[in-house]
């Protein structure tokens, strides 16, 4: 999405930058590992205000550029992720089908497994079930509100599932910070949890860091994204 007050190359120029950054970091610590570039797509609008989602016709056409920017820059998978809406996280996932890469389809929702648009995490992931992710995910839910995400999306598809939550609490003002008590090792913990409802798909987002993620290879068989 080009933004307000930046050339239109821009976006090109700087995705092209990331994506190379990206590759320059793989080549010197794969260490013999196999390693994907991700490009990420998210909401175009605020994260956790739904009801500031753009037009369809802006959602169609800003995402459909920004998953073509990615492929053509060099990203070997995409990830939609943080989307807090069924239409906007549907056109997103047609966007990115479309550039054959293959891609994951990630929801941010409330406590109570719901989107924050109020619709139900499961009719979001049967919605984008026919456009063939490689996995359906929540990411940035509290670690708290992840095993029953997890419990819906489990009876909800097939698909491989999994989650990448953030480590972080909601003060009264509506601020996010980070929770000093999501140490490494208790989030490597919660995860055993995870992945006895099924998970495949694990990680971390806010407030996450190396520490975390290592904690997690340490712990757990198997860690598909990091």
């Not at 998210?42 to 739904?50: A, I, K, T, V």
């Not at 820059?73 to 939609?80: H, M, P, T």
């Not at 099924?198 to 190396?210: I, R």
């Amino acid at each position: 999405m080009t933004k307000v007050g930046r050339a239109p190359g821009d976006a090109d120029r700087l995705t092209e930058t990331a994506l190379r950054l990206a590759a320059e970091g793989r080549d010197r610590g794969a260490g013999g590992r196999t390693v994907w570039i991700g490009g990420s797509l998210g909401p175009l609008e605020d994260c956790y205000r739904p009801e500031d989602a753009p037009p369809h016709e802006a959602m169609e056409r800003e995402h459909a550029d920004q998953a073509k920017r990615l492929a053509r820059a060099g990203a070997e998978l995409l990830l939609l992720e943080t989307f807090n809406r069924i239409d906007e996280a549907t056109i997103a996932a047609r966007a990115a089908r479309a550039t054959g890469l293959p891609f994951t389809v990630s929801f941010v929702c409330r406590g109570d497994a719901r989107l924050f648009s109020g619709e139900p995490l499961a009719d979001a992931v049967r919605a984008v079930e026919p456009l063939e992710p490689a996995a359906v995910l929540v990411n940035c839910t509290p670690l708290d509100e992840t095993a029953a995400c997890l419990d819906v999306m489990s009876r909800a598809t097939a698909l491989p599932f999994g989650c990448y939550p953030n480590a972080g609490v909601v003060g009264p003002t509506g601020a996010w910070s980070f929770d000093p008590s999501v140490t490494p090792e208790r989030f490597a913990a919660l995860a055993k949890d995870w992945m006895r409802l099924g998970a495949q798909v694990l990680g971390g987002c806010c407030g996450t860091s190396p520490e975390h993620i290592r904690a997690l290879r340490e712990s757990l068989p198997l860690v598909l994204v990091e």
